[in-house]
């Protein structure tokens, strides 16, 4: 598939409809025909249908077999499945790098916290999903495990998708994730693989909750 270029027409429509989703203008289920992009963004069929076939290679939308598409639906089971992997593969990195870590490996996983804390104050989403990638990345890729952060690096991806359809990040008054990924970096410091994995179980727990929130707020929205 043609990659798409920067300030090309098929990267406007791209970036259109990622602004709808994160802006919650789009619903998880909400169903996009190529006619009425064209329309709205007076543009050919061409650009129109790059677009959809990258937002759907980025896991943002359903590409349907009648030249329609659905933006992306998780169900809770995929959500935990998604946070119990991302465990799993914390767990493993950490195993062998958590004696390892010096002052300047835990900071850059505490400039991650300063850029997510920035960016809910300029209510930025797109900074914000960046930071919360690379923290993860950061450690994970601190394993030195080419396969390993390959793996993780899709289900990294699905799991800013998901941010994408249900954060409650304009919302809500306090980002709850800052303080558990605090306790994480707190745990990677005092060397407790277990403090910072039950963080991170945490975190999971509070983002189901934060999902069957919003998905009862679209049912009523849709209802």
């Known amino acids: ?50 677009a959809l076939q990258q937002l759907a290679k980025d896991g943002i939308i359903d590409l349907r077999a009648n030249r329609s ?38 900071a850059v996983l505490e400039e991650c916290l300063d850029v997510m804390e920035k960016a809910f104050e300029e209510q930025d ?39 994408c359809l249900y954060d409650e990040f304009y919302s809500v008054k306090r980002l709850r994730s800052l303080a558990m990924h605090s306790r994480m970096i707190r745990g990677i410091r005092e060397g407790r693989l277990a403090a910072v994995l039950r963080a991170h179980r945490r975190l999971s727990d509070e983002m189901v909750d934060a999902y069957d929130h919003v998905v009862q707020l679209n049912l009523q929205e849709n209802g």
Request: a neutral charge; charged letters at 20%; one cysteine or more.
């Open 125 to 163: 989403f797109s900074s914000y999903i960046q930071a919360v990638a690379t923290f993860y990345r950061s450690i994970i890729n601190k394993a030195g495990n080419p396969y390993l952060t390959e793996s993780a690096d899709v289900l990294i991806n699905r799991i800013n998708v998901y941010l």
């Open 1 to 50: 598939m043609e990659t798409l270029r920067k300030d090309s027409p098929a990267m406007a429509v791209y970036d259109y409809i990622y602004g709808e989703i994160i802006h919650r203008r789009l619903s998880p289920g909400q169903e996009l025909t190529e006619n009425y992009l064209c329309e709205k963004m007076g543009l050919g069929r061409s650009p129109v249908r790059l």
């Open 69 to 106: 598409a659905i933006v992306t639906q998780f169900t809770q089971k995929q959500l935990r499945q998604l946070y119990s992997l991302r465990e799993n593969f914390l767990e493993y990195a950490l195993k062998q790098t958590i004696g390892q870590y010096e002052e300047t490996d835990l």
